[in-house]
């Protein structure tokens, strides 16, 4: 399985700024997920970040809030934009297995949002 | 969007006891996944599942892909203490490739 590490492990923002997660993995991958996971809650995908494409978002996640870059195939970033406390949660980035559809996620960044 | 049944919501089991969880879903699924996620950390992957009706074992955990397609099971047999943690199943819609609904979870404790 991919090796994936998320920067920063955690983080806490006051309301109304905006913070960027990084994803490296080590190994290339065309496809690049981004998960929110509300306190206590399960995994909601976000998006799907394809390399030299705009990302794909899902319904109720827009680009505004939660800009993704997806510079090259081993790295991505997801941007929370004007935070508010409704924000904080658990991001995960996870990739495909090659060949396969298992995901692998990684350890997440767990944002709290004051 | 799709909804996954998950249960039960929470169990409180002794060391030694087998645990038995599911999800069930209205939807057909090509693969289900299961995760164990412990406090702090990312979910990781425990088993995979990509035919109806399989069955697939990893140590002490097997999985089922259930025969209608529509559910899977996961079974630990003889718990250990580091079971302790919150499992999610997970489930990718026919033709709906990479994209994958998670369950809500089954928050396992197991008492020494």
């Known amino acids: 399985s991919a090796v994936i590490s998320q920067k920063p492990s955690r983080d806490i923002c006051q309301r109304g700024t905006s913070l960027t997660i990084q994803c490296q993995v080590d190994?290339?991958?065309?496809?690049m997920f981004w998960y929110r996971q509300q306190p206590g809650q399960s995994l909601t995908l976000i998006a799907t970040?394809?390399?030299?494409?705009?990302?794909?978002?899902e319904s109720g996640f827009v680009i505004d809030k939660f800009p993704i870059s997806r510079p090259n195939l081993t790295f991505s970033t997801l941007t929370v934009s004007n935070m508010s406390p409704e924000d904080s949660s658990i991001y995960l980035c996870?990739?495909?297995?090659?060949?396969?559809?298992?995901?692998?996620f990684g350890p997440g960044t767990r944002l709290t949002v004051t | 969007g799709q909804q996954l049944n998950q249960s039960p919501q929470s169990m409180f089991i002794q060391e030694g006891e087998d645990v038995s969880m599911n999800c069930t879903s209205s939807?057909?699924?090509?693969?289900w996944l299961w995760y164990k996620q412990d406090p702090g950390e990312g979910p990781v992957l425990l088993i995979a599942?990509?035919?109806?009706?399989e069955l697939t074992s990893n140590g002490r955990l097997t999985a089922q892909f259930g025969i209608t397609r529509k559910d899977s099971f996961l079974n630990i047999s003889a718990s250990i203490p580091s079971d302790v943690g919150i499992y999610f199943c997970?489930?990718?819609?026919?033709?709906?490739?990479?994209?994958?609904?998670f369950g809500s979870g089954t928050k396992l404790n197991v008492k020494p």
């Open positions: 939807s057909i699924f090509n693969t």
């Open positions: 996870s990739v495909p297995k090659r060949g396969g559809y298992e995901q692998y």
């Open positions: 970040a394809n390399q030299g494409s705009e990302a794909t978002y």
């Open positions: 599942l990509y035919k109806a009706g």
């Open positions: 190994s290339q991958v065309t496809m």
């Open positions: 997970a489930g990718q819609l026919e033709g709906n490739f990479n994209k994958f609904y």
